[in-house]
């Protein structure tokens, strides 16, 4: 048999109630609130969207060939959703202007809209306002000091070209040696509060805050895909530093999965402000601006007994004559250097063996002999 | 045994030894080299040759930052491997004509074989369908899965014959192949022998959803109650009777709320 959802009509119950005559008009309301208001998944979709979003081939291609989106994925795995930070909005929270069916052209979702949720602190209605005020100070605001739109505008990201809908991240690192954790935090929680759901929420959310939304790997893999896109950053006058970057030790490192090793964010963000306010390498305010380095360095969570000198070091040096000529060629030097030694020294040893194995072995011999 | 075997035996272990050194030192040192020199990559991209065609399947798999906002759980199509000559050709999101139903044909095209709306039974001709494993092409007596995600699909059948082969395979391979050398008349001509066996009025949507649905659902493993949403799909009515259908907010959940 298929499992399915089983929802159950209360017929019964309204003519129990109401008689047959009155059902004539109580059913297709029934009907209605079944197909706006399903009960089974109404506690976690209202309006019943997934009604249909929730089929994976809900999707097309547009037959408009100038369209700068062709393909369209409307499908939405509602698990992943409600294991989400927006899991407990609605749909039309974000989609604001869905109001038909068909939903014909709708706008793209803008994230500084005022939530129709309130921020617990404040009690005020809640924004991305303020986040969208750190990134326009950073240097991946496509506008200039002057507000001026930059060269290259569609180049700098929004929140989408960073930010997925991310899902509430396991405390992993605690759970490995209090395994039950969870449980037992939410147990703890549960002689106040009543709601599971909300429970759980609030502890996800809050474990998910101690420590980074995504893995390192992850956050190189986003930030490679601008700063990895030698075009790209050609334009912006700048060099591929993804690439400078997974020669160095912390790039290796989390190459092969350390969670620990230093990715973007660490080194370009001063300890206390936001990840959005990333700037130039010359403003002052940077992170990686000369004077800020030791600071940078010395965070109590990476090198906190580092000495001032460790500011001389350059993290990820791109290694061209023209950018960096001590480092390029001191690098060419120590390639040439174990190569230099190492190659006679193999064709030593190996000529050895041989006349090890054939020790009346003679090419001579052998040229005379043909 | 002789000295001098004796000698040349231990010469021979000594040599071995040490070509066997040799190449640990060497796949060592090519390790280091990699290690040192080579950039790994973080995620390793998939040679394009290896990837499905982007109009067979779109992957959930997107890089981060690929403006698909909702994180989603699995491949969106996953028998690629064995997909239909048809959808050699259409690709898997394959309606597009129709703006308003489109994403809803897509949609079944997950779990109905081409054949089973795109071929209309002739008067007095009675097809039965069945579910049918989309790797195995077993038929499948329970479904494992939910909301069409089954990994099989319904398929029409007459006399014990699968009714979703193409007739004209050969023809339809050749002509994906040197479509581009065709002229226009040439492509309408083999387009017409290829479609020769698909009906021009498929299966609608109302003849499945309705009472007496050209689908037996129960008999398709539907259990009573979602035979019964099934047949009487409401959204069916809605697309059929209307231009436009607002969403009533006397269900708004904020206005409910009285927000």
């Keep these: 048999m298929l499992r399915e959802i089983p929802r159950v009509l209360p017929i019964h119950r309204v003519r129990t109630l109401t008689g047959f005559r009155a059902l004539r008009y109580v059913l297709p309301a029934i009907l209605l609130f079944l197909f706006f208001g399903n009960a089974e998944v109404q506690a976690v979709d209202e309006e019943n969207c997934l009604f249909c979003h929730k089929y994976r081939g809900l999707s097309y291609i547009s037959n408009q060939e100038d369209q700068e989106e062709p393909f369209r994925l409307l499908y939405v795995t509602e698990d992943l959703y409600l294991n989400s930070p927006h899991g407990n909005l609605k749909c039309s929270d974000c989609h604001t202007d869905i109001d038909k069916f068909p939903h014909g052209e709708i706008k793209q979702v803008d994230c500084l809209i005022v939530c129709h949720i309130d921020e617990p602190s404040s009690g005020l209605p809640f924004s991305h306002q303020r986040v969208e ?24 990201p929004d929140c989408i070209t960073c930010h997925q809908d991310p899902l509430y991240r396991e405390l992993a690192f605690l759970n490995e040696n209090m395994p039950g954790l ?29 420590q980074k939304l995504r893995e390192p790997r992850e956050i190189i893999e986003m930030c490679g895909s601008c700063h990895g896109d030698t075009e790209m950053m050609k334009r912006h006058g700048l060099s591929n530093l993804l690439k400078s970057y997974e020669e160095t030790m912390h790039g290796k490192s989390v190459a092969f999965g350390d969670e620990r090793s230093a990715e973007c964010t660490d080194c370009h963000v001063l300890p206390g402000q936001s990840i959005h306010d990333i700037k130039s390498m010359d403003d002052p305010q940077s992170a990686s601006y000369t004077d800020n380095i030791f600071k940078t360095c010395s965070y109590i969570d990476c090198h906190p007994d580092a000495k001032m000198n460790l500011a001389g070091y350059k993290a990820h040096v791109v290694l061209t004559a023209e950018k960096n000529p001590i480092e390029f060629y001191v690098c060419c030097f120590f390639v040439l250097l ?14 050895d063996m041989a006349r090890n194995i054939f020790p009346n072995a003679s090419l001579q011999n052998l040229f005379k002999r043909s | 045994m002789p000295e001098t075997k004796k000698n040349s035996i231990s010469k021979l272990i000594g040599t071995l030894f040490g070509l066997f050194l040799i190449c640990f030192i060497l796949v060592n040192l090519y390790a280091l080299g990699t290690f040192l020199y080579s950039t790994p990559s973080v995620e390793p991209v998939p040679e394009k040759g290896n ?50 139903l489109r994403s809803f044909y897509n949609m079944h095209t997950f779990f109905l074989a081409c054949e089973t709306c795109h071929l209309r039974p002739s008067a007095g001709e009675k097809l039965f369908f069945r579910w049918f494993d989309d790797k195995t092409g077993a038929v499948v007596e329970e479904l494992v899965g939910t909301d069409g995600n089954y990994g099989a699909k319904i398929v029409p059948f007459k006399n014990n014959q699968r009714l979703d082969t193409f007739p004209k395979e050969a023809l339809a391979l050749d002509y994906m192949k040197f479509k581009d050398t065709y002229t226009e008349d040439e492509k309408k001509r083999i387009q017409g022998e290829l479609m ?11 003849e499945c959803h309705c009472k007496e649905s050209y689908l037996n659902y129960a008999d398709l493993g ?7 949403e099934l047949s009487r799909i409401e959204i069916v009515k809605i697309s059929k009777e209307y231009e436009e259908f607002h969403l009533p907010t006397m269900f708004d959940p904020s206005v409910v709320k009285g927000k």
């Design chain 1, 338 to 351: 174990t190569l230099g030694a190492f190659i006679p020294l193999m064709i030593f040893t190996v000529l």
């Design chain 2, 51 to 100: 990837m499905p065609p982007e109009k067979f399947s779109k992957t959930i798999e997107e890089p981060l930052g690929a403006d698909h906002f909702h994180i989603l759980d699995e491949t969106v199509y996953s028998d690629v491997e064995n997909a239909p000559i048809c959808l050699a050709c259409h690709g898997n999101f394959c309606h597009v004509k129709n703006e308003m």
């Design chain 2, 196 to 206: 020769e066996h698909i009906d021009q009025e498929p299966i609608t949507c109302e």
């Design chain 2, 222 to 228: 539907y259990t009573f109650v979602r035979s019964f």
């Design chain 1, 182 to 210: 969870e449980q037992e935090t939410i147990q703890r929680c549960s002689i106040c509060h009543e709601e599971q759901a909300f429970m759980r929420k609030f502890y996800s959310h809050f474990t998910s805050r101690m």
């Design chain 1, 133 to 156: 005020e750190h990134l326009s100070r950073s240097s991946h605001s496509r506008y200039d000091a002057e507000g001026n739109l930059k060269e290259h505008q569609d180049d700098y």
